[in-house]
Each structure stands twice: as structure tokens, then as C-alpha cells.
């Protein structure tokens, strides 16, 4: 009978450690399927980045800046309207997301604001407008703070703010086998948890999967959690303020991920930024109010910048 109990006990233990391996999708060749790419690669620092551009080439440059997880496709709206707006417009993904790649390095705002700057030297885009949704806020938000004379005016959609705390997934061993055995495997399923009206919007746990197949997306999120959103946007945001960049606040009034309330840190921050509150919308504004948020991104970068008198 004991040998029977010490069996089971070594199947379940085998069981619980390969749980992360039997959950996981990343089994699929991300290089074989980029030949379905919808846009063009680039190589930067840390490998090959996926990116697209839209609208005429002598367009003032626009660059949207995706979150933490869903990657450029989030703006497939905005990329179209802003471009028919006269914009020269690029969205890519950010390295772990979607198409580009995936690399093993620390996941934190260095990275990110690197990748976008870099980017920009590839396409020779000394300065553009910068629009970032989420935690994208928090990376336009990094990249104008240390580089300000790249940007001529800043777009926030309801952007990461405070420090989140990740509880033990930011520990070694358990933290890495609760985030692949449970976190990940859900993640697809809850893309709509901060929409106001999920029904709208029924493929989007397929779409977001499909880059969840290509090896290392859980690592590079997890990365991410443990070294980017553990930390506060609003030092960076405070900086911006102070250098007068011109700034539109986008929020949605029933966003759960990050709370409308949230809105006065950021306005603190940035006493001159202007806030569009969408009443019907929760975290993803443009995606679900396109008619109000689309058409006041385009109006906001169209409109000149009033010089402010000195004191």
C-alpha cells in the first residue's frame, strides 16, 4: 500500500512539473509563418521587428505604440483613419508580441523605448507624433521623456500608470510555473474582460491567440510583468509635463484595467495635456468608440501648437 502512495505521489509531482510544458501552444515556426505577414520586417538591436505604414509618403509621421499583450492590431482602425487623414502612419509590434521577435533579454521600458527609437532611425523618421494605448502609454511616455526633441505631440489611450504588483509571479520557480500553468493558458480568454461591449467584438480571443503558437510569447510577458509594470508611469509623464510636450488623454469611463480615476495622476503630471472621457468605453477607447476617439486623435495632431507666453 505505501509503494502504491509513493507512486501516485511521483506521478502527480511529474504531472505538476510538466503542467507548464503540456499547457502551452508554442510549438508553431514563427519564421514560416511571417510569409503571411500582412506587412514588412526590419532588423533592429535585438532582432527582426514586424512593422506597417500606411497614408502618403510626405504625411506628418504618426507612430501607435501597441500594450502589454495584443500587438498591432489594435490599431487597425486608427492606422486607417489617421492615414486617410493625410498621416504618414506606422504600428509594430513590440518584441515578444505578435510577429516580431522574441528575444531573451529583460522586458522593461529600456527595451521598448529603445526598439521604438530604433525603429525610427530604420525608416528615417527624425520626429513623429507618438500614440500609445496602455502600457504603449507607458513606453511613448518613457521614450518622450528622454528623448523630447523626437516628438512633436503625444497620444495617451488609457495608459498604464500606476505600479501593479504581480504577487508571486514575480518569484523564481513558482512564480514561473503559476504564470505558464495558469495566467497564460487563460490569456486569450479574458481579452475581453475590460470591454464595455464584448459582444462587438466575438473573434478577438482567436486572433489574440494565434500569436501565442510561435515560441517564447509567455516568457517575454512574463519578463514584462516583472520588470515593467512593477514600476509607476507617472515619474516619466511628470517629465513630459515639464517639457511642454503637447498631449491628448484618451480614457474610457468604464475602463477596469486602469480606472478612469487614475486620469487626475496623469493630468497632474501633465497640467497642459487635454482628456477626451468616453462615457461608453472601458480599456481599449479607440477600439471601441472609433467614431469620437479616431476623429479627435486626428483633429488634436492636425491642430498647431499655440506657442505659451513666458511669465
Request: glycine fraction near 8%.
Amino acid at each position: 500500500m505505501r509503494r502504491i502512495l509513493w507512486l501516485l505521489l511521483g506521478l502527480l509531482v511529474l504531472v505538476l512539473v510538466a503542467l507548464p510544458w503540456l499547457r502551452s501552444a508554442e510549438h508553431a515556426d514563427l519564421e514560416v509563418a511571417r510569409a503571411q505577414a500582412p506587412g514588412a520586417f526590419v532588423t533592429l538591436q535585438h532582432g527582426k521587428v514586424f512593422y506597417r505604414v500606411a497614408g502618403p509618403a510626405d504625411g506628418a509621421p504618426v507612430i501607435l505604440v501597441h500594450g502589454f499583450s495584443v500587438p498591432d492590431y489594435i490599431f487597425d482602425g486608427t492606422r486607417r483613419h489617421l492615414a486617410d487623414a493625410g498621416f504618414r502612419v506606422v504600428s509594430f509590434d513590440l518584441y515578444g508580441r505578435g510577429w516580431s521577435d522574441r528575444p531573451d533579454v529583460v522586458y522593461d521600458r529600456d527595451l521598448f523605448a529603445g526598439q521604438l527609437g530604433q525603429l525610427m532611425d530604420a525608416l528615417h523618421i527624425q520626429r513623429a507624433s507618438l500614440v500609445g494605448i496602455s502600457m504603449g502609454g507607458a513606453v511613448v511616455g518613457h521614450f518622450a521623456a528622454a528623448h523630447a526633441g523626437r516628438v512633436d505631440k503625444l497620444v495617451l489611450i488609457d495608459p498604464f500608470t500606476q505600479a501593479v504588483d504581480i504577487g508571486p509571479m514575480r518569484w523564481p520557480v513558482i512564480g514561473d510555473w503559476l504564470f505558464y500553468s495558469y495566467y497564460l493558458p487563460h490569456l486569450a480568454g479574458t481579452q475581453l474582460d475590460g470591454v464595455s461591449h464584448p459582444e462587438h467584438f466575438a473573434n478577438w480571443p482567436k486572433q489574440f491567440a494565434a500569436q501565442m503558437r510561435y515560441p517564447h510569447f509567455g516568457r517575454a510577458l512574463l519578463s514584462t510583468g516583472r520588470h515593467l509594470i512593477g514600476q509607476s508611469s507617472l515619474p516619466d509623464f511628470t517629465r513630459v509635463g515639464r517639457q511642454n510636450i503637447p498631449t491628448l488623454l484618451v480614457w474610457g469611463r468604464r475602463d477596469e484595467t486602469v480606472p478612469f480615476a487614475l486620469s487626475a495622476q496623469v493630468l497632474q503630471a501633465i497640467p497642459s495635456a487635454k482628456l477626451l472621457a468616453i462615457d461608453d468605453a472601458g480599456h481599449i477607447a479607440n477600439v471601441e468608440r472609433p467614431d469620437i476617439v479616431d476623429p479627435a486623435i486626428a483633429t488634436f495632431l492636425t491642430t498647431p501648437v499655440v506657442a505659451t507666453p513666458p511669465p
